[in-house]
């Protein structure tokens, strides 16, 4: 349970994300702030729970060793650790400010910020690995923190500033980055034990 709940706060990281809430919710009243962090956070909770649930099966189905998945599932998690240790937010903020709270909470909120591909395979993988309870508690524990993030983010960010936030999200990317290694390398070892 452990090794899960750290991954999924590094993968999903709520502390990289407020940076994210923030700056496009700035023009949203309190009501669409959230109504955004509701719709986002329970979005994610449905995609995260439904690969947590089915993964297997569609790996199972496409004929997908669990080792390949696992490879690509660390390789999908190396761009958003380099976002976080380069820039110090897991995505780059561009034009979807101009959206509404509902169309910002599902994108780029709900996915691919919090539930994108890294996230979605990484709960396939743990799924495999720790059991399909133990990752849908690890998740829901580090979606309520998401949640509340987003609904204090404007505090966080008055009381913390933009640039301690930054710090914090790109200390998350190295641990990230080593998760994502350590998958790459599980998988590996998985592959050649299969094979021997």
């Known amino acids: 349970m452990a090794e899960a709940l750290v991954s999924f706060f590094a993968i999903i990281d709520p502390l990289g994300s407020i940076l994210v809430f923030h700056l496009f919710t700035q023009g949203f009243s309190q009501r669409d702030k959230l109504l955004a962090a509701v719709v986002a956070v329970t979005a994610a909770f449905v995609m995260l729970a439904g690969f947590s649930l089915g993964g297997n099966e569609v790996l199972d189905f496409l004929g997908i060793e669990s080792s390949s998945f696992r490879v690509a599932a660390g390789l999908l998690l190396i761009l958003p650790a380099y976002r976080l240790i380069m820039e110090g937010q897991p995505t780059t903020i561009d034009s979807a400010s101009g959206d509404g709270p509902l169309e910002f909470a599902l994108v780029p909120l709900a996915t691919p910020l919090i539930a994108g591909p890294g996230a979605l395979a990484a709960t396939t993988s743990f799924s495999q690995t720790v059991g399909r309870e133990t990752t849908i508690a690890a998740v829901s524990i580090v979606l309520l923190l998401t949640f ?20 914090m999200a790109r200390i998350v990317g190295i641990l990230l980055f080593a998760i994502a290694v350590d998958f790459v390398l599980d998988g590996v070892r998985e592959f050649i034990d299969s094979t021997s």
């Open 148 to 167: 509340a993030a987003f609904v204090a983010a404007d505090w966080l960010f008055r009381l913390t500033g933009a640039t301690l936030l930054r710090l």
